[in-house]
């Protein structure tokens, strides 16, 4: 009794500590935390970009299901309430207020932001020129602006920041807000504190919102069927996390209930079938404790990914219990075939152990919660189980459930034929597939559905939200340094401009200039006395009262004395863009300049490299994208070719016979063969994750055709053994095949691979392995 509850004590402590430490653990979903750890500075920014970049605080809204007038004045309560959230930076819906902000900011900041402010701009004859500048102007239909502005600004320095600031021409306004188009909607932009990958903020935020607007929506007459859609990295972000959850609950349920009514049906004992369940609570519990462990979260891709080891960590139990002869007992089934399960369980190890290797954060957590879950399972089955099975307990409802592979092997000949003929099938349609084997469009690994991404689409489109695939990218040692670089970047993107190469851009400079061009605007600026002269004679002759322009004077003589600015002088919707433009990377800061409407990407890219700061380059967020799913399918193919390499190693080593590996390893060969095939069938194309699941075959079908290689028809124990199998493929399939209905694309394109393949495995075991004969 004594090795019993020893056992069963160490068990249930380590049992407890994993619980404890899953508990602890931090769950996320941002598909950021499931891609590599960026080695290139193309990489970086693709990597910031979607993770902390300035449009991943954005929310775009609509209001639709009412008149225009209905739906501005909706927007018009909203906007106000939003403004007050402590969840929101920034509220832009076309109102006055929308702007407020950064026009402050670069109103009383004009001349220290302003890289036109040189000594020879407020010269007699500097000053006379943008006097009659002023003049065209006041004529214009910017007449009414430079009213209002002229005696404050008449060097006209605040006028051309808005310019170079504003960037993308705004939607459509109506009844003073914004509109589509079509005027079926009201429009609106928020800028959000917390960033899209915040899932702890930013479900706070989104509802926070939805709150706001159903209250605006009460107070406002005709709107009560006024409805509101939400777009954006926020937004998405939540919607894959609900996602996730939902299908990894549903899921694991499903499988349970699968798995449990097949233990059922083939044990007819409820305590038995408790029993089988303890290897999957171990294996879920410490995969998830050592995932935690090692890289300090877990993906709820890898924890839905844990549904599987509802199917195969099920084997091992399987195995003990289906095996255990009539008025047997199950140590001395697990004695007999434990050296089998023992290989099995490294073979499959060593599988997924190739998988750590991986750059992939995500595909090495699968790896890792893969292997810690395997090694829990089967030390529970060797060390638990069998000091808790009844005594004389026989599962009778198993070898029923295994007459099909009976019928198999009973006509192996005319159904090697059939397998056969499957694999040159196989084979001739991987040969005559066309148009690519890989799925390289990264859309189609998106979790979020068409219609979402394309209402998304729109209302960028609607609201004139550029969006961005280059950027002119830097290095340099210190903020400040970065500044000046940028600096001297602005002549070189300005020509650009001039040539029609580029559309626009935003440095980040401009935002925030460094503080030696502050200290030389500064300078710049004459005393009060000289400026009051030199304005004096640059009216003479002009339709001007100098006395009128004492707040210019007043602006000039404060901008010389003012205090530097520094990133806490700016406004929270300017700081935010700020940030994501000049970002901290260890001992360097790293400078990324958004550039819109690139005409000519060769020729911007030569005169970036050529002309820019040192090391300065274009980066395509686009041909990075297609370049790190590149990475993953080699990197993916060559883990999977190793953890096979491993495999076959590890089968010499416990076999000691070439003949008895290739037996093994044939009909895996040509379950893997075939499920390709199937995957492709009709033009189809094979995604990355499904490299992880020709792995999972290898490693999970090592397993069945170790038995069926082990066991000689006709034998003592040979039914049950062969029972045991069908049992163990059927909870694996079912888990896998559930999992193929997942909406998550890795899960789906993993769960439907090794529902197919390890089904094949099973078969060509059950096929291919040669027969042996009976020992006497």
């Given at each position: 009794m004594r090795p019993k509850f020893l056992a069963l004590g160490v068990w249930l402590m380590l049992l407890a500590a994993c619980g404890l430490i899953a508990v602890r653990t931090s769950y996320r979903t941002d598909m950021g935390d499931f891609l590599p750890h960026s080695a290139s500075l193309a990489q970086q920014v693709l990597a910031g970009q979607a993770n902390g970049g300035a449009a991943s605080h954005i929310v775009l809204l609509a209001i639709k299901g009412a008149p225009v007038p209905v739906l501005a004045a909706l927007s018009g309560n909203l906007a106000p309430q939003l403004r007050h959230e402590p969840e929101c930076l920034d509220v832009l819906n076309g109102d006055d207020k929308s702007l407020a902000g950064a026009e402050d900011y670069v109103w009383r900041n004009r001349y220290l932001l302003s890289p036109a402010v040189t000594a020879p701009a407020f010269s007699v004859a500097g000053l006379h020129g943008a006097l009659t500048n002023d003049l065209g102007l006041l004529g214009s239909e910017l007449g009414l602006v430079m009213g209002r502005s002229l005696p404050a600004d008449p060097t006209g320095e605040a006028l051309d920041l808005a310019n170079q600031l504003g960037g993308e021409q705004g939607p459509a306004a109506q009844d003073g807000v914004w509109v589509s188009a079509d005027g079926d909607a009201a429009l609106l932009l928020v800028h959000t504190v917390a960033p899209g990958f915040d899932l702890d903020a930013q479900p706070q935020a989104l509802a926070v919102i939805a709150a706001d607007f159903a209250r605006a929506r009460a107070a406002t007459p005709g709107a009560g069927a006024a409805y509101l859609l939400m777009s954006g990295p926020g937004v998405f972000a939540v919607q894959t996390r609900d996602t996730t959850k939902s299908d990894v609950s549903r899921l694991s349920v499903l499988a349970l209930a699968g798995a449990a009514g097949l233990l059922a049906f083939a044990y007819r004992s409820p305590r038995v079938l408790l029993l089988g369940l303890l290897p999957i609570a171990s294996g879920a519990l410490a995969a998830i404790a050592a995932v935690s462990l090692v890289f300090g979260f877990v993906h709820g891709i890898t924890l839905g990914f844990g549904v599987t080891l509802i199917g195969e960590s099920l084997d091992y139990a399987i195995y003990l219990f289906t095996q255990t002869a009539r008025g047997g007992s199950a140590g001395e089934t697990l004695a007999r075939i434990w050296p089998t399960l023992r290989l099995g369980a490294l073979t499959s190890i060593a599988g997924f152990s190739a998988m750590l290797f991986s750059s992939f954060t995500g595909f090495a957590q699968l790896g890792l919660f893969s292997i810690a879950g395997l090694i829990a399972a089967a030390a529970t089955t060797r060390f638990v189980l069998p000091h808790f099975v009844p005594r004389g307990f026989f599962a009778g409802g198993a070898e029923p459930l295994a007459k099909p592979a009976f019928l198999l092997i009973r006509h192996r000949r005319a159904a090697s034929g059939a397998v056969a003929l499957g694999l040159a099938a196989g084979i001739a349609a991987l040969l005559a597939h066309?148009?690519?084997?890989?799925?390289?469009?990264?859309?189609?690994?998106?979790?979020?559905?068409?219609?979402?991404?394309?209402?998304?689409?729109?209302?960028?489109?609607?609201?004139?939200?550029?969006?961005?695939?280059?950027?002119?990218?830097?290095?340099?040692?210190?903020?400040?340094?970065?500044?000046?670089?940028?600096?001297?970047?602005?002549?070189?993107?300005?020509?650009?401009?001039?040539?029609?190469?580029?559309?626009?851009?935003?440095?980040?400079?401009?935002?925030?200039?460094?503080?030696?061009?502050?200290?030389?605007?500064?300078?710049?600026?004459?005393?009060?006395?000289?400026?009051?002269?030199?304005?004096?004679?640059?009216?003479?002759?002009?339709?001007?009262?100098?006395?009128?322009?004492?707040?210019?004077?007043?602006?000039?003589?404060?901008?010389?004395?003012?205090?530097?600015?520094?990133?806490?002088?700016?406004?929270?919707?300017?700081?935010?863009?700020?940030?994501?433009?000049?970002?901290?990377?260890?001992?360097?800061?790293?400078?990324?300049?958004?550039?819109?409407?690139?005409?000519?990407?060769?020729?911007?890219?030569?005169?970036?490299?050529?002309?820019?700061?040192?090391?300065?380059?274009?980066?395509?967020?686009?041909?990075?994208?297609?370049?790190?799913?590149?990475?993953?399918?080699?990197?993916?193919?060559?883990?999977?070719?190793?953890?096979?390499?491993?495999?076959?190693?590890?089968?010499?080593?416990?076999?000691?016979?070439?003949?008895?590996?290739?037996?093994?390893?044939?009909?895996?060969?040509?379950?893997?063969?075939?499920?390709?095939?199937?995957?492709?069938?009709?033009?189809?194309?094979?995604?990355?994750?499904?490299?992880?699941?020709?792995?999972?075959?290898?490693?999970?079908?090592?397993?069945?055709?170790?038995?069926?290689?082990?066991?000689?028809p006709g034998a003592p124990g040979w039914q049950r053994a062969v029972a045991s199998i069908v049992l163990a493929n059927l909870c694996t399939v079912a888990a896998y095949g559930l999992l193929s209905c997942s909406r998550i694309p890795v899960l789906h394109d993993i769960g439907l691979t090794v529902a197919i393949g390890t089904f094949l495995s099973l078969v060509c075991g059950a096929v291919l392995s040669p027969p042996k004969a009976v020992t006497p």
């Open positions: 066309r148009g690519g084997m890989w799925d390289t469009n990264l859309l189609d690994l998106s979790p979020i559905p068409a219609t979402a991404q394309q209402l998304d689409q729109d209302l960028r489109h609607q609201l004139g939200v550029p969006d961005v695939r280059y950027f002119a990218v830097f290095q340099a040692p210190d903020a400040q340094l970065a500044l000046r670089e940028s600096e001297g970047l602005l002549p070189v993107l300005s020509k650009l401009v001039t040539a029609g190469q580029l559309g626009g851009f935003t440095l980040p400079s401009e935002i925030l200039p460094s503080e030696p061009a502050q200290r030389a605007r500064q300078a710049a600026l004459p005393d009060a006395a000289t400026l009051r002269a030199n304005f004096t004679q640059a009216a003479a002759g002009l339709p001007f009262n100098t006395q009128a322009f004492a707040p210019f004077f007043a602006a000039v003589a404060e901008a010389r004395t003012a205090p530097l600015l520094n990133p806490s002088s700016l406004p929270p919707a300017l700081a935010l863009q700020f940030d994501s433009m000049l970002v901290r990377r260890g001992d360097t800061w790293v400078v990324m300049v958004p550039l819109r409407d690139v005409a000519d990407p060769a020729g911007v890219a030569r005169t970036i490299a050529t002309a820019g700061p040192p090391g300065a380059g274009l980066v395509d967020l686009n041909r990075e994208s297609d370049r790190l799913l590149a990475t993953f399918q080699h990197q993916a193919l060559a883990l999977a070719v190793v953890g096979s390499l491993a495999i076959l190693i590890l089968l010499l080593a416990g076999l000691r016979a070439p003949r008895r590996v290739a037996a093994v390893a044939a009909p895996l060969a040509a379950a893997v063969t075939m499920t390709c095939a199937l995957l492709t069938l009709g033009g189809g194309r094979l995604s990355i994750f499904m490299v992880a699941g020709f792995l999972l075959i290898v490693a999970i079908g090592s397993n069945y055709c170790l038995f069926f290689e082990r066991s000689a």
